[in-house]
């Protein structure tokens, strides 16, 4: 069972960083695709990256590329989300997700990703 538990999140001011962690408590994950969402007050969830089980391909939205980066450590049942250059319209609370092996949608949709984490609230501030 794909448990998903996420940290590091927290407060930084714009142009910092910090970086996300999404460690799976069930290590059952490793062979599956993980992804990063997330959520800002009043808006809705949306996708961020995401890293194929291999970690051969990765993916992100236009609003990261260049300044996020994701990554994962098998060995550890762990992914992470690098962030740097954080803007204030970064602010969100991020979620882990994992397709649980399941292929339904591209990896940009909530739909492909069956298993959640809890969230983690990065703020940014200006």
């Known amino acids: 069972q794909v448990q998903l538990v996420e940290s590091g999140g927290g407060l930084v001011q714009a142009g910092g960083s910090l970086r996300l962690s999404c460690a799976d408590s069930?290590?059952?994950?490793?062979?599956?695709?993980m992804g990063w969402f997330r959520q800002a007050p009043g808006k809705e969830r949306e996708f961020v990256a995401a890293?194929?089980?291999?970690?051969?391909?990765?993916y992100y939205a236009d609003s990261v590329k260049g300044r996020f980066s994701i990554s994962r450590d098998n060995a550890k049942n762990t992914a992470y989300l690098q962030m740097n250059s954080l803007k204030p319209e970064d602010t969100a609370t991020y979620f882990c997700a994992s397709d649980g092996g399941i292929l339904s949608g591209t990896v940009y949709v909530e739909r492909r990703y069956h298993y959640w984490g809890q969230g983690t609230q990065v703020t940014v501030s200006s």
């Open positions: 890293i194929t089980s291999s970690a051969v391909s990765t």
């Open positions: 069930g290590g059952t994950g490793n062979n599956y695709l």
